[in-house]
């Protein structure tokens, strides 16, 4: 056992009883196994269910709770009310969290809890991530981070626990599909689900469905690009998001980017 492992086993052991907010992603995952097995009071989880989900991501959510065998809340949560949200500002994502945020803790209060921890890591702090803004305003507890946890590590470990979670690709909302500065709808958020749902079901996980008007521009990992580019299988997408309301479909060459749509904010990743 590393000395950050020991380190998280010692914080989350001192902490007093939390919610977990759950994502069923690589870092939720790892952090609910761990407080399973190191914190004497019930581990309890909760997952924000937002139109900035999609259904195949709750479903797993879902699987991944019933496996831990922890208990697991579904918060319905409306984020298109929000003006500053469907503004789709480069500040939305601060909006968004605050949101969801607000619904668990009100949650959560009502359970009796009045700690909320998410299961953001150290490389998280070198993205761009209004989020974390947020988060620490509210008071989210963070302790991968106090332990000093890596991405890299939170897999290794992952994988040594036999979580299913230690390999999977990198999750983010589908609100990350849509361009900043242009206005989020519904009908937009349902379009990129539909076709990014029909992708994974195909075996292609990993993709993002990114949508520039009528232009849907595809990412995938590199090692797919010559998948994608097959001849049957671009037949098949081009019928497919074209029977969603694409006009264009584009495969970009430069595979799946992390962040893609995110504007460089002078070196400062959190704030803005």
Not at 159 to 188: H, Y
Not at 203 to 209: A, E, P, Q, S, T
Request: overall charge neutral; some cysteine.
């Amino acid at each position: 056992m590393s000395n950050r492992i020991k380190v998280l086993y010692e914080i989350l052991r001192k902490s007093p009883p939390f919610v977990i907010a759950f994502s069923g992603g690589v870092d939720s995952t790892f952090l609910a196994a761990v407080a399973s097995h190191v914190c004497s009071a019930e581990v309890v989880a909760m997952t924000a269910d937002s139109v900035f989900l999609s259904d195949h991501e709750l479903r797993f959510a879902r699987k991944m709770a019933g496996k831990l065998d922890i208990k697991h809340y579904v918060i319905p949560v409306e984020v298109l009310k929000n003006t500053d949200i469907i503004a789709n500002g480069i500040d939305r994502c601060y909006f968004c969290k605050k949101t969801l945020f607000s619904a668990l803790k009100d949650h959560a209060a009502s359970l009796g809890f009045s700690v909320i921890a998410h299961g953001i890591n150290i490389d998280d702090l070198e993205d761009f991530r209004p989020g974390i803004k947020a988060a620490r305003e509210m008071g989210i507890f963070e302790p991968l981070i106090e332990a000093g946890l890596s991405k890299s590590e939170i897999r290794d470990e992952s994988k040594k626990m036999g979580l299913d979670t230690w390999n999977m690709p990198a999750q983010s909302c589908l609100a990350t599909r849509i361009p900043f500065g242009e206005r989020i709808t519904l009908e937009v958020l349902e379009r990129v689900e539909a076709c990014e749902s029909w992708l994974i079901a195909l075996g292609l996980h990993g993709v993002r469905v990114r949508c520039h008007g009528s232009i849907a521009r595809i990412e995938c990992p590199s090692q797919m690009i010559s998948t994608v580019a097959e001849k049957e299988m671009r037949d098949k997408i081009i019928t497919l998001f074209k029977a969603h309301g694409f006009e264009f479909v584009a495969l970009d060459l430069g595979g799946y980017i992390q962040g893609s749509m995110n504007p460089e904010k002078n070196g400062n990743k959190i704030l803005f």
